[in-house]
C-alpha cells in the first residue's frame, strides 16, 4: 500500500529540516526541538511514549499484530559553531549550527515514521522511535538506555548522513564502523625553579616534551600494523614567563581505537609511558582517563539485510572505510543487534565544519531507507538465529 504521496512527503520533510537547522540546540538543551518533533508526531496520531529525560522523544507505531520491535533512532542536537553559509535557511541562533547534520537524520526518521504509520495496522508487530538527545555530548543513547527505551526492542537502526559520497550512494559494513572514544588529561607536576638555575628544579617542560614524543611509539610500535588506533596530543599548557621554569604542565588529547583489545593495551602503554617517563626527570602525573562510547560495531546478518534492501530501493550500496570519530549509537549496539549507516549527502565541506551543507535531495531517500529497512527487519526477524547475540 502507498500510503503518502512521495513528492508531497518529501516537500514536508525539508520544510522540518530547514526548521530544525534555523533553530539548532546544543546537547542536553533541545527544549523547543523536543516540542516540535513531539509537536510533527502528533500531527499524525503517533503516540508518544512516557520519559523520564528532559529532552529527546520516544514514540511507538503499529503493535496491533504481533511481533518484534524495531528501533529506528535519529540524533537531534547540534554543535557550539557560528554557521558560514549562507543558506536562506542558515542558523538564526549566533554560535549554534546543525553542523553535524542531525537535522537531517531528526528529517528522515520522522518521514520513515510518517510512511510506517500509514501502514500501521498491517504492519507485524512495533515501531519505536527513538529521537535522542546529547549525542555530540556523549551521554544521550546511555540516558535513552537508562531510561528503558530499549527494554523491549529486539533489533535497531540508525544512519549518519556522509558529505564525501554522492546521494544515491549508502555505506553499509558489517563489524566496526566508528571507533571508540577515549579523552586524557595529565598533569604533569615537576618543581619550578629560575630559568638559569635548572639544577635547582624538575622541568616538567622537559619532561612533557619527553612524555608527547614517547606517545607516538603507542601506535607506531606497540599496536599491530593490521590494528588501527590514533593517539593525539591536542592540548598543552604550562609556564608562564621566560625566565621561569614552572611548576606543571597540563596535556589534554584523545585515543581513538576500532576493538576492545586494541583499546585496552592502548590505554595500558599511555599509563605505563606516562609514569615512567615523567618519573626519569623526576615529575609527578595525575592522570585523568575519561572513556567515551565504545566502537560501533554492526551486526553482521543484519548490515546483509540492509545491503540486500538498499540495493532493491535503487541504492548503491559500498563498503566504507571506518571512521575514527565516535557515535554513542555504538551504546545499544552493545545491547540490542543492529546497523548504522553512511548515508551519501554531497556534502562540500566534513562533519562539524561551518560550511557543512547537505543536499536535500537525500533527505527523501534516507526517509525510504529506514522505512525499507525497518519493515525488512519486522519480517525477517524470526528468519535471523544469530540476532539473539551481538557479534
Ligand atoms: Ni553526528
Redesign the pocket.
Known amino acids: 500500500m502507498i500510503g503518502l504521496n512521495r513528492t508531497l512527503l518529501e516537500k514536508r520533510l525539508i520544510e522540518i529540516r530547514r526548521h530544525l537547522h534555523q533553530y539548532p540546540e546544543l546537547s542536553r538543551e533541545e527544549f523547543e526541538t523536543t516540542k516540535s518533533i513531539t509537536g510533527w508526531l502528533l500531527e499524525r496520531n503517533i503516540k508518544i511514549r512516557p520519559t523520564i529525560l528532559e529532552t529527546g522523544v520516544f514514540a511507538d507505531i503499529g503493535g496491533q499484530r504481533p511481533g518484534p520491535t524495531i528501533a529506528i533512532r535519529a540524533?537531534i542536537d547540534a554543535l557550539p559553531i557560528t554557521e558560514r553559509t549562507n543558506l536562506p535557511y542558515a542558523s538564526r541562533i549566533p554560535g549554534k549550527m546543525h553542523s553535524?547534520?542531525?537535522d537531517f537524520?531528526t528529517a528522515a526518521a520522522l518521514g520513515a515514521a510518517y510512511l510506517l504509520k500509514a501502514e500501521e495496522t498491517e504492519l507485524r508487530g512495533k515501531i519505536r522511535l527513538i529521537f535522542q538527545p546529547a549525542?555530540?555530548y556523549g551521554a544521550g543513547a546511555e540516558k535513552v538506555i537508562h531510561d528503558g527505551q530499549l527494554d523491549d526492542v529486539d533489533a535497531i537502526i540508525g544512519l549518519?548522513?556522509k558529505p564525501d559520497l554522492p546521494v544515491g550512494t549508502v555505506g553499509i559494513k558489517s563489524g566496526p564502523l566508528m571507533a571508540a572514544v577515549d579523552r586524557f588529561k595529565v598533569v604533569i607536576n615537576g618543581k619550578g625553579a629560575h630559568a638559569a638555575l635548572p639544577q635547582n628544579g624538575h622541568d616538567p617542560i622537559t619532561a612533557t616534551a619527553h612524555v608527547i614524543t614517547a606517545l607516538q611509539t603507542i601506535v607506531s610500535r606497540n599496536v599491530s600494523p593490521l590494528e588501527s588506533a590514533v593517539v593525539s596530543v591536542t592540548k598543552i599548557e604550562g609556564g608562564t614567563t621566560w625566565n621561569v621554569i614552572p611548576e606543571s604542565v597540563t596535556i589534554e588529547g584523545t585515543v581513538r581505537t576500532f576493538d576492545h583489545s586494541t583499546r585496552t593495551h592502548v590505554k595500558n602503554r599511555f599509563y605505563t609511558i606516562v609514569e615512567q617517563v615523567t618519573n626519569v626527570f623526576a615529575n609527578k602525573t595525575d592522570i585523568q582517563w575519561f572513556a567515551g562510547p565504545p566502537p560501533l560495531v554492526n551486526h553482521s546478518a543484519i548490515s546483509d539485510l540492509t545491503r540486500v534492501a538498499a540495493e532493491q530501493y535503487g541504492l548503491k550500496v559500498i563498503e566504507p572505510a571506518p571512521s575514527t570519530?565516535g557515535?554513542d549509537f555504538a551504546y545499544y549496539l552493545q545491547k540490542t543487534p543492529g546497523f548504522f549507516a553512511f548515508f551519501g549527502t554531497n556534502g562540500t565541506e566534513d562533519?562539524?565544519h561551518p560550511s557543512f551543507t547537505i543536499d536535500e535531495t537525500a533527505l527523501i531517500e534516507a526517509a525510504y531507507f529506514l522505512y525499507n529497512n525497518a519493515k525488512v527487519l519486522l519480517q525477517k526477524q524470526a528468519e535471523l538465529p544469530s540476532m539473539e547475540s551481538v557479534t
Do not use: F
Open positions: 540524533d553535524c547534520g542531525h537524520h549525542e555530540e549518519h548522513n570519530a557515535e562533519w562539524h
